[in-house]
Nanobody
Framework: QVQLVESGGDLVQPGGSLRLSCAAS????????MSWYRQAPGKERELVAL????????NYADSVKGRFTISRDNAKNTVHLQMNSLKPEDTAVYYC?????????WGQGTQVTVSS
């Protein structure tokens, strides 16, 4: 079955950096668009970034453009989110996401807290 396992979340000071990773299994990773979402307390889950199957195209939420970079390694079935210049408003649980057979699949999430 589809499994998405995120890692890399942590407590970081404003201006710091983190790199999130998502290990995927149970589907043909190299053929699927992969996405990162986040959900802050009291807010709806929002799309942060997505990357096409080959990695040739990416898209970002306006709030993270120029600071976050999504990438993938199809040989290792992993997708990453490099987050630089972190702000307190980036604090959230970050989720890896894929759609397969018309169904949304999510990982368990990884907590990112940006605070001094």
């Amino acid at each position: 079955q589809v499994q998405l396992v995120e890692s890399g979340g942590d407590l970081v000071q404003p201006g710091g950096s983190l790199r999130l990773s998502c290990a995927a299994s149970g589907f043909t990773f190299s053929s699927r668009v992969m996405s990162w979402y986040r959900q802050a307390p009291g807010k709806e889950r929002e799309l942060v970034a997505l990357i096409t199957s080959t990695g040739g195209s990416t898209n970002y939420a306006d709030s993270v453009k120029g600071r976050f970079t999504i990438s993938r390694d199809n040989a290792k079935n992993t997708v990453h989110l490099q987050m630089n210049s972190l702000k307190p408003e980036d604090t959230a649980v970050y989720y890896c996401h894929v759609v397969r057979w018309g169904k949304d699949y999510w990982g368990q999430g990884t907590q990112v807290t940006v605070s001094s």
